[in-house]
């Protein structure tokens, strides 16, 4: 096993999170699972709550990175205006969409009934 090559993978793969929270949309992500786990320690989770919302908050943060990944080829092989660019923007940035919807929905039904 090449160690110093591995240790370069994690390198770039940290650089990537970093370069990522630049996105605006990451931001707002990051904010929205801090307010998330400020209230499960507020309201009291149960390990397997807890879980599903680590889960719950590392797919959308990992769905958005790979949008912002999407994004960037888009606006490298296809900087003027095409059809397929728009496609493959937009049915990425729903893929994140998606996911964060069923996550709002999941966490109310994880909180709703501890706060009423
Ligand atoms: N090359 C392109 N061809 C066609 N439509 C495009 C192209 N680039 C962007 N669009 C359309 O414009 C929308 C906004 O794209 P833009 O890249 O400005 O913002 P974004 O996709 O939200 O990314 P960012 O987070 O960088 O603002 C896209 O969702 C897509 O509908």
Redesign the pocket.
Known sequence: MDFRKLVRSFRYAFYGMYTALS???MRIHIISAVIAIAAGFFTGLSNSEWLVLILLIAIVISTEMVN?AI?TV??LV??????L??KA??VA?GAVLVFAIASVIIGLLIFIPKWF
């Open positions: 996105e605006q949309n912002t994004e888009v606006n296809s900087p003027d205006f095409h059809p660019a728009k923007k937009d940035a």
